[in-house]
C-alpha cells in the first residue's frame, strides 16, 4: 500500500465503500504486466466489473502525476487500459473530501449492475 498516509487513507474510504454498497472485492496496487511489456499500477483494482480507480494526489504537489513524464506516463496507461476494456475512474482528494467520487463510483457501478 502507498506510504503517503492521505493517500492509503483515500484508497481505503473507496475500496470500503465499494466493497460495503456493492459487495465487490478489491486488490490494492495491481499490476496489470500482461497487457504489454510495460507494468502499469492502479490504486485499487475491482476485478468485478473490472474497473480501476487512481487517486491523483501527485499532481498538486509536483509528484509523479504532475510532471510532464508522469502525464505521459498516465495517458499511455489510460488509453491501454481502454484498449483491454479496463475501466478507469481517476479522482483528486478534492473529489474524495466532497464527495463527488462516491456520485461517479454509484453511477457506475449501478449501470455494470444492471
Known amino acids: 500500500m502507498?506510504?503517503?498516509t492521505k493517500s492509503a487513507m483515500a484508497v481505503q474510504l473507496i475500496a470500503r465503500y465499494v466493497l460495503?454498497?456493492?459487495g465487490y472485492n478489491y486488490i490494492y496496487e495491481h499490476t496489470f504486466d500482461q497487457i504489454t511489456n510495460r507494468k502499469?499500477?492502479?490504486d485499487i483494482f475491482f476485478p468485478v466489473p473490472n474497473?480501476?480507480?487512481?487517486?491523483?494526489g501527485g499532481i498538486f504537489t509536483n509528484g509523479a502525476h504532475g510532471?510532464?513524464?508522469?502525464?505521459?506516463?498516465?495517458?499511455?496507461?489510460?488509453?491501454?487500459?481502454t484498449i483491454n476494456k479496463?475501466?478507469?475512474?481517476r479522482f483528486t482528494y478534492e473529489d474524495i473530501k466532497t464527495g463527488n467520487c462516491f456520485k461517479y463510483l454509484d453511477h457506475f457501478l449501478r449501470e455494470k449492475t444492471k
Do not use: C, H, W
Open 67 to 81: 510532471s510532464i513524464t508522469g502525464i505521459l506516463r498516465d495517458i499511455e496507461k489510460q488509453n491501454v487500459y
Open 40 to 42: 502499469f499500477r492502479s
Open 51 to 56: 474497473l480501476a480507480v487512481e487517486i491523483e
Open 2 to 4: 502507498k506510504t503517503n
Open 86 to 89: 479496463i475501466y478507469l475512474l
Open 20 to 22: 460495503n454498497t456493492y
